[in-house]
């Protein structure tokens, strides 16, 4: 019997831990700069672009889930791809806000901040699994798109702000199961497929929360 421990000893443990939160929350900063970049310059896009720009993205996504067992660069590049057409894909919308109420951009952003750092630290340091919680915030992100669907055709009381607050509540929820994941996984090859998911929620967040600053 071999007397070496091959254990992992709780020192390494933490230090895996901070090299893949160092690493992507780095990806995430990186990919929030190259989102605002093509936000800027897709300013002019119509609509029409900005929805094939979008729909380009998720093509980038999936390839990223593909990429990240395979080649850890290449899903570091279309993360960073990912950004920069999320970032034109959502242009014209900021753009519309940014010459309307220009502060309620900024106000989003702050919010949108002080959002994944509060629910992002609750689910990092909580020793509850939270995977069911996940599950639920699945489904209930598949009703809430089909309730935002319904709103287009049928008018209902309150219906932007109703979707709003839902969608924050979801994405608290998704908010603090990613960052559960970052403090649990041990693989530093998975940082970019969890900046992407991370990068997902800061979106979402804010968007739902550029909405409700602008209700009339």
Known sequence: ?????????????????????????????????LFALG?????DLSYGWGFVAFIASFGLLIGINIAVSRSEQ????????FGVLVGLGVAPTIAYYASTNPQSVW????ATALFIAGFGAAGYAT?????GLARVCFWALLLLIVFGIVTIFVSI???ALIYSIVGLVIFAGFTMYDFQRLRRTQDIRAAPGLAASI??????????????FNRD
Not at 1 to 16: C, L
Not at 107 to 110: C, E, L, R, T
């Open 157 to 159: 009381p309150n219906g």
């Open 199 to 212: 990068f997902l929620d800061v979106l979402n967040v804010f968007l739902l929360l550029l909405t409700l």
């Open 107 to 110: 106000q989003a952003g702050g």
């Open 127 to 131: 020793r509850r699994d939270l995977s």
């Open 39 to 43: 936000a800027y310059l897709g300013r």
């Open 74 to 81: 290449l899903a570091i590049g279309l993360l960073f791809g």
């Open 1 to 33: 019997m071999s007397t070496y421990d091959t254990t992992v000893s709780p020192v390494a443990e933490r230090d895996q831990a901070r090299a893949l939160f160092g690493q992507t929350m780095g990806l995430v900063a990186v990919t929030a700069g």
